[in-house]
């Protein structure tokens, strides 16, 4: 997973795209790319975990962002 964050936090030269979501369920839900602006140099893909037992849901979201060092 550590790999994973690298590469995607490596700025780019070219135009970026990313997968963009907001709280889908699936990540099969997650599948649209999105043209990222010039000064977004990564992809992000947060998910977040709600409710507790047997009603514990995941959400994800996906999206171009400017800096890694947020996360």
């Keep these: ?3 994973v964050a690298v590469v ?3 700025d780019v ?7 963009t979501c907001t ?3 699936s990540n099969d839900q997650c599948l ?3 043209l990222c602006t010039k000064n977004e ?4 893909t947060i998910v977040e975990k709600i409710g507790a037992g047997t009603h514990e849901q995941k959400l994800i ?3 171009c962002i400017s800096n890694c060092d947020v996360f």
């Design 32 to 34: 649209k790319s999105s």
């Design 13 to 19: 030269v070219n135009s970026l795209m990313c997968y």
């Design 41 to 44: 140099t990564a992809c992000v």
């Design 1 to 3: 997973m550590v790999f």
């Design 61 to 63: 979201s996906k999206t």
């Design 23 to 25: 709280n889908q369920t």
């Design 8 to 10: 995607l936090c490596v």
